[in-house]
């Protein structure tokens, strides 16, 4: 059975849950694995759009907005009228080097930055991490330095996104040991006699449906608040679907699944 068939055959056949059950060890692997690298790239050329384009807008906006400063042998000077506030929601940075801003400005914010001439004060739910600028030693930092280096952080989003894969996938492969335990439970119901590497492969294709839906919300700005439980439900509907026509087929004449059974045989479809 090739992998559009798989595919095809996970999402609205339940019949072929059984021939799917049988699937070998390797190929189901190489399945998930190619399904939720596809899934994984499209989200994240997505990502990687939408964070690209956020760097832009925040070198652009330094470039042109921002007055001109620069931290030179522990000192912070800023060259435009303060105190200078950047104020978002329950967030509020302010730069004032001439020491006429108090730390009640903060008071109502959840967060927030003040820059002095020689310190670096931030605020978290009242509160304060002090970071000197003396510690930096002879390091010197300046607006234009920065705008240059803006560009750098999309290949850190890049190599970030690509480690990524690898920590998503280990938890991709845990959810379906997950969905594997749970199949246990109609594998007993409905008087199946399934391997645990049979389950392992209807846990694989039960979950091709919630995977998609996982995307397509992401893509969309993630307008499903309980994507979660959506994921979970589809996934262990599947599970309990695909082994139910199992135990229908064995009731229209089919023997019973055994332990072994996948191999002890050619199977065309597989």
Same mark, same amino acid.
């Given at each position: 059975?090739?992998? #559009? ?17 049988? $699937? ?6 190489? &399945? ?9 790239? /499209?989200?994240?050329?997505?990502? +990687? ?5 956020? /760097?832009?807008? *925040? ?5 042109? &907005? $921002? ?14 009228? $303060? ?25 109502? &914010? ?5 820059? @002095?001439?020689?310190? *670096?004060?931030?605020?978290? !739910? ?14 010197? #930092? ?18 970030? *996104? ?15 040991? /997950?969905?594997? *335990? ?17 389950? !392992?492969?209807?846990?694989? &294709?039960?979950? @091709? ?36 026509? $199992? ?8 023997? +019973? ?14």
């Amino acid at each position: 059975m090739n992998l #559009i068939k798989q595919f095809s055959n996970s999402l609205w056949n339940f019949h072929s849950y059984r021939s799917l059950s049988q $699937m070998k060890g390797g190929k189901s692997f190489l &399945y998930i694995l190619l399904l939720f690298l596809l899934v994984y790239l /499209v989200g994240s050329i997505y990502t +990687g759009v939408q964070l690209s384009n956020i /760097v832009d807008y *925040l070198q652009v906006s330094l470039k042109d &907005y $921002m007055p001109d400063f620069r931290l030179s042998e522990g000192r912070f000077i800023f060259d435009g009228e $303060m105190p200078y506030r950047i104020e978002e929601e329950s967030f509020l940075i302010i730069i004032d080097t001439t020491g006429q801003t108090t730390k009640e400005e903060f008071v109502g &914010y959840s967060s927030g930055i003040l820059i @002095t001439e020689n310190e *670096l004060i931030n605020f978290t !739910w009242g509160k304060e991490d002090i970071t000197p600028f003396s510690m930096f030693g002879p390091l010197e #930092i300046s607006k234009d330095i920065i705008v240059e280096a803006i560009p750098a952080l999309k290949v850190f989003i890049t190599i970030i *996104l690509a480690i990524g894969f690898l920590f998503a996938f280990a938890g991709k492969l845990f959810g379906i040991l /997950v969905l594997t *335990l749970i199949a246990f439970l109609p594998n007993s119901l409905f008087r199946q006699q399934l391997t645990f590497q049979n389950l !392992w492969n209807v846990a694989i &294709y039960s979950s @091709t449906l919630p995977t998609l839906i996982k995307l397509v919300n992401s893509v969309l700005g993630s307008p499903l608040k309980s994507v979660f439980l959506i994921y979970w439900g589809v996934a262990i509907t599947y599970v309990f679907l695909g082994i139910y026509y $199992m135990s229908k087929s064995n009731y229209a004449g089919s023997p +019973g699944l055994i332990p072994g059974a996948e191999n002890s045989g050619p199977n065309p479809d597989v």
